[in-house]
Structures are given as structure tokens and as C-alpha cells.
């Protein structure tokens, strides 16, 4: 896949049987929950630090569903920087084989951010 040279990959997975709902689409829980897992691994790396931790999840927009044996992959990328916040947007696209030829889709956009916190959970500065 072709991305903006901000984006960076946080996750790739490919859709298997026990993501979906009875509809046969993935779970939006089970994405917020990769979302989540993928762009805090993102963040600990631009905040050079692993003590963050999620303050909002928002602007979540789902486009289109995932389904059985797409390869689903979550970007992400810096969008601001507080003292002791980070606020990245993302993307999740999938990669689809539909007649031997693979087609790519976006079907999720977001806006995240993390707080850096010291030993006590409070808020602490990371730049």
C-alpha cells in the first residue's frame, strides 16, 4: 500500500473467523481494541518512553467492514504535541483479493491521544 510518508504501520493482521460478529464483519470493539494497542506502540516510540497512557479515543469514522481473510493493516501519525500529550490520527486499511487482483480500501479513520505519566499516574512531561 501507497501512504503519506508521515504514516507509519502499527499493525497488520489478517481477519480469521473468531474477529467476526454473526454478520461475518470484524467486531468494531475488537478494531478500537488494535487501534488502541497499535498507535500506543507508535506513540511509546515518538515519546521515547512506555509509561502512557490512553486519554481519548475520538472522530472514529467506520467507512466500510472488514470481512473474513481481508489483511487489515492500522497507520498512524503524529498530528500534535502537548507537554504531556501526543495526539496522532490514524488509518485502517484492508487488502481485499477480489478476482485475483488486490484491491485496497480504507475503512476506518481516527483521532487518538496519549498522556506520558509518571510512577504515580499522574501527567508528567515526556519532550
Known amino acids: 500500500m501507497e501512504t503519506d510518508e508521515e504514516y507509519k504501520l502499527g499493525f497488520r493482521k489478517m481477519i480469521m473467523y473468531p474477529d467476526l460478529s454473526i454478520t461475518g464483519r470484524?467486531?468494531?470493539?475488537?478494531?478500537?481494541?488494535?487501534?488502541?494497542?497499535?498507535?500506543?506502540?507508535?506513540a511509546m516510540d515518538a515519546m521515547h518512553t512506555q509509561h502512557i497512557v490512553t486519554k481519548k479515543i475520538s472522530e472514529v469514522n467506520f467507512k466500510a467492514p472488514a470481512r473474513l481473510g481481508d489483511l487489515l493493516e492500522i497507520w498512524g501519525k503524529v498530528e500534535g504535541k502537548g507537554k504531556s500529550s501526543l495526539t496522532?490520527?490514524?488509518k485502517v486499511v484492508v487488502k481485499r483479493d477480489l478476482d485475483g487482483d488486490a484491491h485496497f480500501s480504507e475503512i476506518c479513520e481516527y483521532s487518538i491521544v496519549f498522556v506520558a505519566i509518571d510512577e504515580e499516574g499522574k501527567p508528567r512531561s515526556w519532550d
Open 26 to 42: 470484524l467486531y468494531g470493539g475488537m478494531l478500537l481494541s488494535w487501534i488502541d494497542e497499535a498507535m500506543a506502540m507508535l
Open 88 to 90: 496522532m490520527v490514524g
